[in-house]
């Protein structure tokens, strides 16, 4: 069984689980185990709590015997560790609230535990989301199950090492400038960044508030689509949730018809910086679509070259703001000292981590007299512009397929001391949420035996549509089929 989770998809154990040939309690057991068994070598996971996800799985086994049906029952999920679960650390990945308990569950995850699904674990991740390569945390780097020497990407590194290392069929991810769509295109699974506002971000620790948005995780873009559908809606907890249509489409998630489908290729994705091998791994990719008879485009998106600059100074601005709520008087770590400012100045010292100082301190530059003009305002008037690229390009085309990193993974420790060659690592995943626009990453072929991602961008609430081109594109591929060797 442990076999048939690691190489296996979410839909075929659904499959089983409504067959009789698979038990929750069995599955969610083996799950456990295999955490148990590998994590000690990838570092992905914060916290478990076996007798409530047992306990769980019990209950959906009694639903699923009683004939009840739902692509989520009986599924064993991950979370990242900046979503609510009741009982369990929120630690965000960091000493100042590694030991906060949660008390009410995300509404994401909410629906979630309403469709059957069994949380098994929090999930590691960079410091409050901060970082792009999995090595941000208090709790130590998580490393990538393809090549233990290299990072798996970040921040959402533990959720996404969950899935490619057969942890669970499902997780969850935060995506606000790659999150879940930069370790996904490092670690070989397909993730989805939604239109913003189409998940509701209640219950989910705050980074950057225009910015953040929950990424579903699988191996594929049906299973993606399947935990995707139970969690969409309208929520009264997020002002900024909205409703997606088509969402009928996303149970048995029909792969697109590629027929006449325009691709447009940004030559600004594809110029210098980009590593030969990645750009022929995404050219062949986007030939898998141009044979079935979809027509490729060039176009122009001119302002990308401000999105590393614009999304950065948004960022750290807003990351300013959310973090001064964790300040030692509240909730989270305290450290005491003879003073209310001493008190949280050393909190604050020795709670966060270096990588969540300096961007608080950038954004508290961005933000002061004298500076805002001349960094937010004009960061805000880019995004506007950056987003009327976009619109611009979508008249002439349906999707954007693009690389969803310029290099496939690199070596633990390569860019930590060089904060701006980790942001470059970005430079492909950050247009999307300044313009707040639905995209993912899916398997798209490997180079050295390491994975690369292939990156498709569709216009705003095309979230249905971008999994279906994707389920196209794995019908007829099987880079997604393929699992790290120690799994095997």
Same mark, same amino acid.
């Given at each position: 069984?442990?076999?048939?989770?690691?190489?296996?998809?979410?839909?075929?154990?659904?499959?089983?689980?409504?067959?009789?040939?698979?038990?929750?309690?069995?599955?969610?057991?083996?799950?456990?185990?295999?955490?148990?068994?590998?994590?000690?070598?990838?570092?992905?996971?914060?916290?478990?709590?076996?007798?409530?996800?047992?306990?769980?799985?019990?209950?959906?086994?009694?639903?699923?015997?009683?004939?009840?049906?739902?692509?989520?029952?009986?599924?064993?999920?991950?979370?990242?560790?900046?979503?609510?679960?009741?009982?369990?650390?929120?630690?965000?990945?960091?000493?100042?609230?590694?030991?906060?308990?949660?008390?009410?569950?995300?509404?994401? /995850?909410?629906?979630?535990?309403?469709? *059957?699904? @069994?949380?098994?674990?929090? &999930?590691?991740?960079?410091? +409050? =989301?901060? #970082? $792009?390569?999995?090595?941000?945390?208090?709790?130590?780097?998580?490393?990538?199950?393809?090549?233990?020497?290299? /990072?798996?990407?970040?921040?959402?590194? *533990?959720? @996404?090492?969950?899935?490619? &290392?057969?942890?669970?069929? +499902? =997780?969850? #991810? $935060?995506?606000?400038?790659?999150?879940?769509?930069?370790?996904?295109?490092?670690?070989?699974?397909?993730?989805?960044?939604?239109?913003?506002?189409?998940?509701?971000?209640?219950?989910?620790?705050?980074?950057?508030?225009?910015?953040?948005?929950? #990424?579903?995780?699988?191996?594929?873009?049906?299973?993606?689509?399947?935990?995707?559908?139970?969690?969409?809606?309208?929520?009264?907890?997020?002002?900024?949730?909205?409703?997606?249509?088509?969402?009928?489409?996303?149970?048995?998630?029909?792969?697109?018809?590629?027929?006449?489908?325009?691709?447009?290729?940004?030559?600004?994705?594809?110029?210098?910086?980009?590593?030969?091998?990645?750009?022929?791994?995404?050219?062949?990719?986007?030939?898998?679509?141009?044979?079935?008879?979809?027509?490729?485009?060039?176009?122009?998106?001119?302002?990308?070259?401000?999105?590393?600059?614009?999304?950065?100074?948004?960022?750290?601005?807003?990351?300013?703001?959310?973090?001064?709520?964790?300040?030692?008087?509240?909730?989270?770590?305290?450290?005491?000292?003879?003073?209310?400012?001493?008190?949280?100045?050393?909190?604050?010292?020795?709670?966060?981590?270096?990588?969540?100082?300096?961007?608080?301190?950038?954004?508290?530059?961005?933000?002061?007299?004298?500076?805002?003009?001349?960094?937010?305002?004009?960061?805000?008037?880019?995004?506007?512009?950056?987003?009327?690229?976009?619109?611009?390009?979508?008249?002439?085309?349906?999707?954007?397929?693009?690389?969803?990193?310029?290099?496939?993974?690199?070596?633990?420790g390569e860019k930590t001391l060089n904060p701006l060659a980790m942001y470059l690592a970005d430079a492909y995943t950050v247009t999307t949420p300044l313009a707040?626009?639905?995209?993912?990453?899916?398997?798209?072929?490997?180079?050295?035996?390491?994975?690369?991602?292939?990156?498709?961008?569709?216009?705003?609430?095309?979230?249905?549509?971008?999994?279906?081109?994707?389920?196209?594109?794995?019908?007829?591929?099987?880079?997604?089929?393929?699992?790290?060797?120690?799994?095997?």
């Amino acid at each position: 069984m442990a076999a048939t989770l690691g190489t296996g998809s979410l839909e075929s154990i659904c499959e089983g689980l409504r067959s009789g040939d698979l038990s929750s309690e069995a599955l969610t057991q083996v799950c456990l185990d295999t955490i148990q068994n590998q994590d000690p070598f990838l570092n992905a996971i914060t916290s478990t709590n076996p007798g409530s996800s047992l306990g769980l799985a019990r209950a959906a086994d009694i639903r699923l015997k009683k004939g009840e049906r739902g692509v989520m029952l009986g599924i064993p999920v991950v979370l990242k560790d900046n979503f609510h679960w009741t009982g369990l650390p929120v630690s965000n990945g960091s000493k100042i609230t590694r030991s906060y308990i949660a008390h009410y569950d995300a509404t994401v /995850v909410k629906r979630l535990l309403e469709a *059957g699904a @069994i949380p098994i674990a929090k &999930a590691n991740m960079d410091e +409050f =989301a901060m #970082g $792009s390569s999995g090595e941000y945390s208090a709790f130590g780097p998580t490393r990538n199950p393809w090549d233990l020497s290299r /990072v798996p990407g970040g921040s959402s590194s *533990g959720s @996404i090492v969950s899935v490619a &290392a057969g942890y669970a069929p +499902f =997780a969850l #991810g $935060s995506d606000t400038g790659g999150s879940v769509r930069l370790p996904a295109g490092f670690c070989n699974v397909t993730a989805l960044r939604p239109t913003y506002g189409v998940l509701s971000r209640y219950g989910i620790t705050a980074m950057a508030s225009s910015l953040d948005q929950v #990424g579903p995780v699988a191996r594929t873009a049906s299973g993606v689509a399947a935990g995707f559908s139970v969690m969409t809606g309208r929520d009264a907890l997020d002002s900024t949730s909205i409703d997606l249509p088509g969402t009928e489409r996303l149970v048995g998630l029909k792969p697109a018809s590629l027929k006449g489908l325009r691709i447009g290729l940004p030559k600004e994705y594809f110029g210098e910086g980009l590593d030969p091998a990645v750009r022929s791994i995404v050219e062949n990719a986007v030939g898998v679509f141009e044979r079935e008879g979809a027509s490729i485009i060039d176009i122009s998106l001119p302002h990308t070259s401000y999105a590393i600059d614009t999304y950065y100074l948004i960022c750290t601005s807003e990351v300013s703001s959310n973090m001064s709520r964790f300040d030692g008087v509240r909730y989270g770590a305290r450290k005491p000292a003879d003073s209310l400012a001493d008190m949280m100045a050393e909190t604050r010292e020795q709670g966060f981590g270096e990588e969540v100082k300096r961007r608080i301190l950038l954004g508290a530059f961005c933000l002061s007299k004298g500076y805002y003009d001349a960094f937010y305002l004009k960061a805000l008037k880019a995004r506007t512009l950056i987003t009327k690229d976009f619109l611009e390009a979508f008249e002439k085309v349906d999707l954007i397929a693009t690389p969803v990193s310029p290099d496939v993974a690199f070596p633990i420790g390569e860019k930590t001391l060089n904060p701006l060659a980790m942001y470059l690592a970005d430079a492909y995943t950050v247009t999307t949420p300044l313009a707040a626009l639905p995209c993912l990453s899916m398997p798209g072929g490997f180079t050295n035996g390491l994975p690369v991602g292939v990156q498709l961008i569709g216009p705003a609430l095309s979230d249905v549509n971008l999994l279906e081109a994707a389920h196209a594109f794995q019908q007829l591929t099987d880079y997604h089929l393929q699992t790290p060797p120690n799994l095997n």
